[in-house]
């Protein structure tokens, strides 16, 4: 079966860079994908990167896949306070359901 | 503006009743999705719906219902024997093509 995890709670300092892990265990994904959640809100997808790419770069978020180890992180450059947020990574399986899967969240705190 | 919506945004009920959250989208997406989230806990999906008139049990459909009449609304109904009902509901659609989700704002349901 699929299981994505990811650590729970990470803290950083405004400005500093935040980097976010994730780590899936089918290596048949075929879409990976960052959604950010703010207190009570819904998901917001951020960002996604297909199997086949090992980078990707959009303004202040960096995606970096490594498909060897399973390794999915993104990484927020220049963090500020209003990225303070629970952060979900999702993987869709090829061939599959095209349901995603989702770790279980990190819940970035920024602070001054 | 396209997107997602569901109402009410807090839903207080007492025990024994039956509860029906409503999520419409005007996408024009053919998939819907309820996912179930706790404090703490990543989303665990209780049913979806891949094309009108027809849906699939999730993870936790226990003690939930739903229906797909029409491609924009799909409400579902929380029973009296759902044990734990007390939660935050989200619902999502998806298109064909990347298959990324896009999340409505969520109900916070509160049973008594």
């Known amino acids: 079966g699929e299981d994505v995890e990811q650590s729970l709670f990470l803290s950083v300092r405004e400005g500093d860079s935040s980097v976010i892990n994730c780590t899936y265990t089918?290596?048949?994904?075929?879409?990976l994908y960052w959604y950010k959640q703010e207190p009570g809100a819904g998901l917001q997808l951020l960002t996604y990167?297909?199997?086949?790419?090992d980078m990707k770069q959009d303004q202040r978020l960096t995606v970096l896949l490594n498909k060897k180890d399973k390794h999915l992180s993104l990484r927020i450059a220049d963090t500020q306070t209003g990225d303070s947020a629970i952060y979900f990574c999702a993987e869709i399986l090829s061939g599959g359901s095209y349901i995603p899967t989702f770790g279980r969240g990190t819940s970035l705190i920024v602070h001054p | 503006d396209g997107g997602i919506t569901q109402s009410p945004k807090y839903l207080f009920r007492k025990e024994g009743q039956n509860v029906t959250l409503s999520c419409e989208q005007n996408?024009?997406?053919?998939?819907m999705y309820w996912y179930r989230q706790d404090p703490g806990q990543g989303l665990r999906l209780i049913y979806y719906s891949q094309i009108v008139n027809d849906f699939q049990k999730g993870d936790i459909a226990e003690g939930y219902s739903v229906s797909r009449e029409k491609k924009e609304s799909f409400p579902l109904t929380v029973t009296s024997a759902q044990k734990n009902p007390t939660a935050f509901y989200l619902c999502?659609?998806?298109?064909?093509?990347?298959?990324?989700?896009?999340f409505g704002p969520g109900t916070r349901l509160t049973v008594t």
């Open positions: 089918d290596s048949s994904s075929t879409y």
């Open positions: 990167i297909f199997s086949n790419m």
């Open positions: 996408l024009n997406h053919d998939a």
């Open positions: 999502a659609s998806s298109d064909d093509s990347r298959y990324e989700q896009y």
